[in-house]
């Protein structure tokens, strides 16, 4: 069977003419989604910079050669550490929940202004891909953390299980399964988007202002790049 072609300058065109229709509520979720992650930012705020601030000091008693002082260190280090992810523990049983439900309706507007019309979609639905959601975004962190190539392979293939569960109405497994379908073929352009994607927000992440659109925007590409597999696919099974 044909694979379906993808090609990243339709792609960001379908992206560009959705998200110019579309751009205030895709950004008004997305700023929400903003304000929610830098939660963890600043109530570790404290912690993160002493990490910093100890670790520069190992160093430093390192190229000393003190190493008593840096087993000091070290040992503070590891306190710091844990009061970090104590906090962070605290901020994911609390808010990631939250987070990942922005993320959804984020990603069903996104689908919307794609299509150019609203859609109702089941609350039911929309809990139930918030979890799925937020579980795939922890094992593609752990991964990327793990193996970089490992994880940036797992996260093309699974790209768009959350899209799928929305629009197909499809079970996890069945979701994950079709994904890994849709990208067949298409891994490397695909991937030159996620790092388009990611560049274009990194870049912008010193403001907010310029970080929200961003964030708006590469969800909408996203959603793009689901429908422009998903109608090729379709269309090439038609022609079997």
Not at 98 to 108: D, K, R
Not at 171 to 187: L, R, V, Y
Not at 219 to 239: D, G, I, V
Request: charged letters at 15%; one cysteine or more.
């Amino acid at each position: 069977m044909e694979q379906p072609r993808f090609t990243l300058r339709a792609c960001y065109s379908n992206a560009w003419k959705a998200f110019a229709k579309w751009w205030l509520p895709l950004c008004l979720l997305a700023g929400i989604l903003m304000l929610l992650q830098i939660g963890p930012k600043q109530l570790a705020k404290v912690e993160s910079s002493a990490m910093g601030q100890t670790l520069a000091q190992i160093v430093t008693a390192l190229e000393q050669d003190t190493l008593d002082q840096a087993e000091t260190l070290v040992y503070e280090l590891n306190e710091t550490m844990l009061a970090y992810a104590e906090k962070l523990m605290v901020f994911m049983l609390y808010a990631a929940p939250f987070v990942a439900l922005i993320a959804v309706f984020l990603i069903c507007t996104s689908l919307m202004a794609v299509k150019d019309r609203r859609t109702r979609y089941s609350p039911w639905r929309i809990v139930l891909v918030s979890l799925m959601h937020m579980i795939l975004a922890f094992v593609k962190v752990l991964l990327l953390f793990l193996l970089l190539p490992l994880g940036l392979f797992i996260y093309v293939k699974l790209f768009f299980v959350s899209l799928l569960m929305l629009e197909k109405g499809h079970s996890p497994a069945e979701a994950i399964k079709e994904s890994w379908h849709m990208t067949d073929g298409n891994f490397w352009p695909l991937l030159g988007m996620v790092a388009i994607n990611g560049t274009f927000q990194l870049a912008m992440a010193p403001t907010i202002i310029g970080l929200v659109p961003a964030t708006g925007f590469a969800n909408t590409a996203r959603a793009a790049a689901y429908s422009m597999l998903h109608e090729s696919l379709a269309t090439s099974q038609a022609n079997v």
